[in-house]
């Protein structure tokens, strides 16, 4: 029987002593929404543009010699693709990475320039799991999923240790409640362990909220086969695993979905307000936020998970009014 590692708190906090040995803090910004001051976690500031270096970072540096030397293989849309091709190529190890055809090329002609081979498929017709296990085993290479590994998730929620020093320092509130965008889990789960004080809202596009069905039901729920398409491709996740549920379900956790029109107008107040570039995905939170699908309290942290935007689809959301 094969024991399956479990993430811990102790394990985000390494995971944070890690990336601050390697990478600055992103900044933690403030602004006001409905008339309460919110902070912000700018991981659009990430060198890869997404947060998603740090669970890459965590797990990459995790493996031994041998295992480095043989490589990892990932499958991602883009922000996970990235941080795993960051973190080999700063460790010297070969990587590949399932992409589907249809991700935005910006985050694959970002993968491609930092070393990675990319290796595409349909998102509707094939499975990106098994695509990218076959590989691995052809290659004796590691598998580096994108939430569903503990050293993934410790690695995310250190954004979390992060935000609560920074909140500390500018002499704000404790995060008491944090509302982060949702695909698979994995950034929700890792700071659900990093601040065990703290109300955890997880937010996903209208279609794809997998997570918030799983959270009420109890038990995990799929994504429906029919589900609509979205702009938020980060956060297109079928089906989210039992190692991010179970942490998020222990802490109960509540889940929201957002409109395809809110994500939009979250982007738009990025721009406006904060100066910031934030991708579909990326602004789920702050979309739920300002739709008041969520009340704002003293102590409320945003997490802006990524900034790789395609530039056309960016430029047409800046230019329309809804």
Same mark, same amino acid.
């Given at each position: /029987?094969?024991?399956?590692?479990?993430?811990?708190?102790?394990?985000? *906090?390494?995971? $944070?002593?890690?990336?601050?040995?390697?990478?600055?803090?992103?900044?933690?910004?403030?602004?006001?929404?409905?008339?309460?001051?919110? $902070?912000?976690?700018?991981?659009?500031?990430?060198?890869?543009?997404?947060?998603?270096?740090?669970?890459?970072?965590? *797990?990459?540096?995790?493996?031994?010699?041998?295992?480095?030397?043989?490589? @990892? @293989?990932?499958?991602?849309?883009?922000?996970?693709?990235?941080?795993?091709?960051?973190?080999? *190529?700063?460790?010297?190890?070969?990587?590949?990475?399932?992409?589907?055809?249809?991700?935005? =090329?910006?985050? =694959? +002609?970002?993968? !491609?320039?930092?070393?990675?081979?990319?290796?595409?498929?349909?998102?509707?017709?094939?499975?990106?799991?098994?695509?990218?296990?076959? %590989?691995?085993? &052809?290659?004796?290479?590691? !598998? @580096?999923?994108?939430?569903?590994? $503990?050293?993934? #998730?410790?690695?995310?929620?250190?954004?979390?240790?992060?935000? /609560?020093?920074? /909140?500390?320092?500018?002499?704000?509130? +404790?995060?008491?409640? @944090?509302?982060?965008?949702?695909?698979?889990?994995? !950034?929700?789960?890792?700071?659900?362990?990093?601040?065990?004080?703290?109300?955890?809202?997880?937010?996903?596009?209208?279609?794809?909220?997998?997570?918030?069905?799983?959270?009420?039901?109890?038990? #995990?729920?799929?994504?429906?086969? +029919?589900?609509?398409?979205?702009?938020?491709?980060? %956060?297109?996740?079928?089906?989210?695993?039992?190692?991010?549920?179970?942490?998020?379900?222990?802490?109960?956790?509540?889940? %929201?979905?957002?409109?395809?029109?809110?994500? *939009?107008?979250?982007?738009?107040?990025?721009?406006?307000?904060?100066? !910031?570039?934030?991708?579909?995905?990326? &602004?789920? &939170?702050?979309?739920?936020?300002? $739709?008041?699908?969520?009340?704002?309290?003293?102590?409320?942290?945003?997490?802006?998970?990524?900034?790789?935007? +395609?530039?056309?689809?960016?430029?047409?959301?800046?230019?329309?009014?809804?």
């Amino acid at each position: /029987m094969t024991i399956v590692r479990q993430p811990t708190r102790a394990g985000v *906090r390494d995971a $944070a002593a890690k990336i601050a040995a390697i990478l600055p803090q992103t900044p933690l910004l403030t602004a006001e929404i409905h008339g309460r001051q919110v $902070a912000f976690k700018a991981e659009t500031l990430q060198p890869i543009g997404a947060f998603k270096v740090r669970g890459a970072w965590h *797990r990459l540096t995790a493996l031994d010699p041998g295992q480095r030397a043989r490589g @990892v @293989v990932a499958f991602s849309s883009g922000n996970h693709a990235q941080g795993v091709a960051w973190a080999a *190529r700063r460790l010297g190890m070969p990587a590949v990475i399932v992409m589907p055809e249809d991700a935005p =090329r910006v985050k =694959r +002609d970002a993968t !491609l320039a930092l070393g990675a081979e990319v290796v595409t498929y349909d998102r509707r017709t094939e499975n990106r799991e098994k695509i990218a296990a076959h %590989l691995a085993h &052809a290659r004796g290479a590691t !598998l @580096v999923p994108s939430f569903d590994d $503990a050293w993934v #998730i410790e690695g995310q929620g250190s954004a979390g240790i992060e935000a /609560m020093s920074q /909140m500390v320092e500018m002499k704000l509130p +404790d995060p008491d409640l @944090v509302i982060a965008p949702c695909g698979g889990g994995g !950034l929700a789960a890792g700071l659900a362990l990093a601040l065990p004080e703290s109300e955890i809202t997880v937010v996903e596009p209208e279609g794809w909220d997998d997570m918030r069905r799983s959270l009420e039901a109890g038990w #995990i729920e799929g994504v429906a086969e +029919d589900a609509p398409p979205t702009a938020c491709d980060a %956060l297109m996740t079928p089906r989210v695993s039992p190692l991010t549920f179970e942490v998020l379900a222990r802490r109960g956790a509540i889940g %929201l979905a957002v409109s395809e029109a809110e994500v *939009r107008e979250a982007q738009r107040w990025a721009a406006r307000v904060l100066r !910031l570039v934030v991708e579909p995905g990326g &602004a789920a &939170a702050l979309a739920a936020l300002l $739709a008041r699908k969520v009340a704002v309290k003293p102590g409320t942290l945003v997490i802006l998970s990524g900034g790789n935007v +395609d530039p056309e689809a960016y430029a047409a959301v800046l230019n329309s009014a809804g």
